[in-house]
C-alpha cells in the first residue's frame, strides 16, 4: 500500500516538475527590458466599452469619473453600463451622471450563459447584436470597481493595427488596493502573472490569456462565435481557448493598465477562488481532448502543449504540497531500507522513483524560493504600482498560496456546478496605498 502511495506521489511530483520547469524557462523572459515594440496609430478603431456591474453603488460613480477622463476622440467610442439585475442605485447613479446603462432586470431577452457574461450578451442583444459589427471594430470588457489608464484605446487602437487585428488584447492589469495581507497576496500574484507568465508568452509568439476585465475583443469574432454565450463560470478563460482553437490571437499589452479591485478579506477570497477554479476545471476537462486532437493534427504544434499546461497547471503551493509529501515519504522509505523493515521493500519501479526522487525535490525546492521570493520581489520593484514591503509581500504570496489548495481541491470537486456564480463584493473608489 505505501509503495502504491508513493508511485503515485512520484508520478505526481514528476508532473509538477514538468509544470514548474516551464514557468521557469517562460519566466526568463520577463527579464528584458520593455521597450514599447508597435507604431503610435492615429485614433481609427471604433470601441464599444461595456462595464458589468451588479449592485454596485459603491464605486460606480468613482468608476465612471475616472473612466469619462479616457484620451480618446468621442466620437469613436460608446460607454454602457450593464446593470445586471442591481436592486440597489446604480442605475440611478449613471442617471446621474448621464452615463447609458442596460438594465437586464427588464428582461426583454431570454438569459443566455452565466453570470456575468449573461449579462453581458443580454446587453449585445438590447444593442442590436448583428449590427454591432459595423458599428464598431472592438468590445472593451471593464468591471464596475475598475479604474484605467487615460490611454487606454489609443494604446489598444495602435497595438491592434500594428498587429493585423488580432482577436483579442489583453491590457495589464494592476491593482487598487494592496493594504491587507490577502489583497497584497492578490496584487503580487498579479505582478508574477503580467511579466513573467503574460509578457513572456508574447515574446515567444505564444497566446496570451485573457484576465476576465481590461480586455478587447474584436466585434466580429464575438458576434459571428455567438456572443458571451458561454457555460462555464469563467467566461475569459472559455474565450481565451475559443479564440486560440478558431486559429485566432489574443496579445497583450504591458504599455496600458487597468486598476481592479482586490479581496480584502479571507472570505471573499475563497468565495471568488473556487469559482475561478471550478470553472477553470470546467474549461480543462471539456477542452482537454480536442487540444490533444488539435496537437496531432498540426503535428506536434507546441502551442497546444502549452494550452494543456496552462488548463491543467496547479497552483505553485499545490505543487509545493506534493513536494512535501514527496520528501516525507522518501525519507520514511529509504530510513525503513536501511533499518531493514519489510514494508520498506520496493519493486523495481518503486526503487527508480526512490532514486530519481529526491534529487528532483532538492531542484524543486530551490525552484521554490526563485518563485515564492524572488519572482514576486523583482516583479513587483520593475512593474508595481504599489511598491509593497517585501516581508509583508512574501507574507501574502504564501498566505494566497497554500489557502490555494483548499479552493482547488473544492473547485475540483464542483467542476460540474457551473450555475451559481458568486458576485465579489467592491468597495474601494479609489486606488490605495501598501
Known amino acids: 500500500m505505501l509503495e502504491v502511495l508513493f508511485v503515485l506521489v512520484g508520478i505526481m511530483s514528476v508532473y509538477c516538475f514538468v509544470i514548474e520547469t516551464y514557468s521557469v524557462f517562460l519566466s526568463i523572459f520577463g527579464y528584458k527590458k520593455l521597450e514599447k515594440y508597435y507604431t503610435e496609430f492615429d485614433p481609427e478603431a471604433k470601441f464599444l466599452i461595456l462595464v458589468a456591474a451588479h449592485n454596485e453603488e459603491d464605486v460606480i460613480e468613482s468608476t465612471l469619473e475616472n473612466l469619462e477622463k479616457i484620451d480618446y476622440p468621442k466620437e469613436l467610442f460608446d460607454l454602457y453600463v450593464v446593470n445586471d439585475n442591481s436592486t440597489d442605485r446604480t442605475g440611478e447613479l449613471c442617471d446621474k451622471r448621464g452615463t447609458m446603462h442596460i438594465d437586464t432586470i427588464e428582461k426583454k ?35 464596475a470597481d475598475n479604474h484605467v489608464d487615460s490611454n487606454i484605446l489609443r494604446e489598444i487602437n495602435s497595438q491592434w493595427l500594428y498587429e493585423g487585428k488580432p482577436e483579442a488584447i489583453q491590457t495589464y492589469l494592476d491593482s487598487k488596493n494592496a493594504q491587507s495581507i490577502i489583497s497584497v497576496g492578490y496584487a503580487i500574484s498579479y505582478n508574477i502573472m503580467n511579466r513573467f507568465f503574460q509578457l513572456s508568452k508574447k515574446r515567444l509568439g505564444l497566446n496570451n490569456a485573457i484576465g476576465g476585465t481590461g480586455f478587447a475583443v474584436r466585434m466580429d469574432w464575438l458576434i459571428n462565435t455567438g456572443g458571451f454565450c458561454y457555460k462555464s463560470l469563467v467566461e475569459d478563460l472559455e ?11 489574443v496579445s497583450w499589452n504591458h504599455f496600458t493598465r487597468i486598476y481592479d479591485e482586490k479581496p480584502d478579506t479571507l472570505k471573499v477570497s475563497i468565495k471568488q477562488r473556487i469559482r475561478w477554479c471550478q470553472g477553470h476545471w470546467y474549461v480543462a476537462f471539456n477542452n482537454f481532448g480536442s487540444l490533444l486532437k488539435g496537437f496531432v493534427k498540426s503535428k506536434f504544434n507546441f502551442r497546444y502543449i502549452d494550452q494543456l499546461i496552462y488548463l491543467f497547471g496547479m497552483g505553485k503551493a499545490v505543487q509545493i504540497g506534493i513536494l512535501l509529501i514527496a520528501i516525507v515519504l522518501s525519507l520514511v522509505l529509504n530510513i525503513g531500507i536501511v533499518l531493514g523493515y519489510p514494508w520498506a521493500t520496493l519493486s523495481g519501479l518503486g526503487m527508480f522513483i526512490l532514486k530519481w526522487i529526491m534529487p528532483t525535490n532538492i531542484l524543486r525546492f530551490i525552484l521554490s524560493f526563485y518563485s515564492y521570493i524572488g519572482l514576486p520581489i523583482y516583479a513587483n520593484y520593475i512593474d508595481g504600482s504599489i511598491k509593497i514591503n517585501p516581508i509583508k509581500m512574501i ?4 498566505v494566497v498560496g497554500i489557502t490555494y489548495i483548499y479552493t482547488q481541491i473544492v473547485g475540483l470537486m464542483k467542476w460540474r456546478n457551473q450555475s451559481t456564480w458568486v458576485k465579489t463584493p467592491h468597495k474601494h473608489k479609489k486606488k490605495n496605498i501598501a
Request: glycine content about 14%; hydrophobic content about 40%.
Open 239 to 249: 474565450m481565451s481557448i475559443e479564440i486560440f482553437k478558431s486559429g485566432g490571437r
Open 395 to 398: 507574507c501574502g504570496v504564501f
Open 109 to 143: 431577452f431570454q438569459r443566455e450563459g452565466v453570470g456575468k457574461s449573461a449579462g453581458l450578451q443580454y446587453a449585445l442583444r438590447a444593442l442590436g447584436f448583428e449590427k454591432l459589427k459595423e458599428k464598431y471594430d472592438m468590445l472593451l470588457i471593464l468591471d
